[in-house]
T-cell receptor, first 114, second 116 residues
Framework: AQSVTQLDSHVSVSEGTPVLLRCNYSSSYSPSLFWYVQHPNKGLQLLLKYTSAATLVKGINGFEAEFKKSETSFHLTKPSAHMSDAAEYFCVVSEGSSASKIIFGSGTRLSIRP | GAVVSQHPSRVICKSGTSVKIECRSLDFQATTMFWYRQFPKQSLMLMATSNEGSKATYEQGVEKDKFLINHASLTLSTLTVTSAHPEDSSFYIC????????????FGPGTRLLVL
């Protein structure tokens, strides 16, 4: 069985400071991991994905995430937050088989202080 | 990148009526589409897996007679909320899966349903 845990429901940072959104996963097989962003009343946008290639994955808008198998983590980071980064972020796990489904984390709301 | 559209983007209906939501993959074919439901300030919950040409697979607790899914072609899946009630008010999001070159899901923008 697979699961994903986002450790923080809400993160608030000042503009220009680093962002860290935490995600831990559980999977019986080699997982595929994703981060999605959802702005208010909007659909989901893929930020980045890990599919067993490089463990450090670079995404859009300056975000990146590192897959750490020993820690079963896939934390999302950005060196310098921008006001437009304020949104809901979802960590997602998939076991990647042809019959796979994806499991969403509970989400982390990121707020940016001026 | 691949684009998935949903129509309508928002709908308001009276209790007891039925509402159909369309999910289209605009520039690719998808044998599998998924329907999710998202309550305010909560995560997405998978409702069902829609397979082209066969019956949908529903998640536990989702009433298949209430949420009718039809995947009539490789680019279109529809979700019909039958006899809608206020508790069905939610944000419904679909996604379409592609297998090659890498398995990826592309999400639609969502449909906000309000049942009065």
């Amino acid at each position: 069985a697979q699961s994903v845990t986002q450790l923080d429901s809400h993160v608030s940072v000042s503009e220009g400071t680093p962002v860290l959104l935490r995600c831990n996963y559980s999977s019986s097989y080699s997982p595929s991991l994703f981060w999605y962003v959802q702005h208010p009343n909007k659909g989901l946008q893929l930020l980045l994905k890990y599919t067993s290639a490089a463990t450090l994955v670079k995404g859009i808008n300056g975000f990146e995430a590192e897959f750490k198998k020993s820690e079963t983590s896939f934390h999302l980071t950005k060196p310098s937050a921008h006001m437009s980064d304020a949104a809901e972020y979802f960590c997602v796990v998939s076991e990647g088989s042809s019959a796979s489904k994806i499991i969403f984390g509970s989400g982390t709301r990121l707020s940016i202080r001026p | 990148g691949a684009v998935v559209s949903q129509h309508p983007s928002r709908v308001i209906c009276k209790s007891g009526t039925s509402v159909k939501i369309e999910c289209r993959s605009l520039d690719f074919q998808a044998t599998t589409m998924f329907w999710y439901r998202q309550f305010p300030k909560q995560s997405l919950m998978l409702m069902a897996t829609s397979n082209e040409g066969s019956k949908a697979t529903y998640e536990q607790g989702v009433e298949k007679d209430k949420f009718l899914i039809n995947h009539a072609s490789l680019t279109l899946s529809t979700l019909t909320v039958t006899s809608a009630h206020p508790e069905d008010s939610s944000f419904y999001i679909c996604s379409a899966r592609v297998a090659y070159p890498q398995e990826t899901q592309y999400f639609g923008p969502g449909t906000r349903l309000l049942v009065l």
